[in-house]
């Protein structure tokens, strides 16, 4: 079906089923289904379509930009970068007499102070930044998390790994993804229980899952953010 609303068209399919509420899927394509107890009348659907509009529209442009893939960044005023689950623009600042290139986080923007305006130079800054934040803040999740486990993990690891969010190995050794310090600090907390359960069942048994559903009922919210977002932690 069509429907159109404040000049935007969608297309959408109805499934009747057996429940007592209508409720809104959007598959990672961008595809929309409807589904609604049986006789539920056209109108009824279509009035939840428009009062979930704005929510619509917004989960269909990410479902857009996540199949683009991620843009080229132009290290310039005003380009945005993730931290901690939201954009921020950078403004740089250029000063042959500081020790150390670096970014500090301040008045809603990324700071970064460089020796020398040169892109690679303010990307390196803009790593070193994100490394130094997600050690800091792996660091204090740990230690919330802590008193829920027998056994105290090593000195933390952050790594420029392309695959995995983080990893137990078996002498309980937690090492973390540097980007992650682009996501949302639930998120983090997140990807911190899941490696700290590891230490207690090293594979993703049904153990394993109890466990982490017992220190984190909304898990799967978590993950859903990681699996529809993580294209976008990048620099």
Known sequence: ?????????????????????????????????????????NGRVLQLLEDKWDLIQQKLKEMRDRLQGPQKKVYEYGESFLYMGKTYPIEIFQDINITQDHVVFKEEKLHIYVKRSDTEKIRQALKRFYYQQCKDLVEKSISSYQRNFKTKPGPVRITDSKTTWGTCDSKRQLTFNWRLAMAPREVIDYVV?????????????RSFWRLVGKMMPD?????????????KMTI
């Open 193 to 205: 229980v899941h490696e700290m359960c590891h230490m207690v069942h090293m594979n993703h048994d």
């Open 1 to 41: 079906m069509i429907h159109t609303y404040l000049g935007e068209t969608i297309r959408f399919e109805i499934k009747y089923k057996n429940r007592t509420s209508i409720g809104i899927i959007i598959d990672s394509y961008g595809n929309i289904e409807v589904q609604a107890p049986k006789g539920t009348p």
């Open 219 to 231: 898990y799967k919210e978590k993950e859903s953010w990681l699996t529809l977002s993580g294209w």
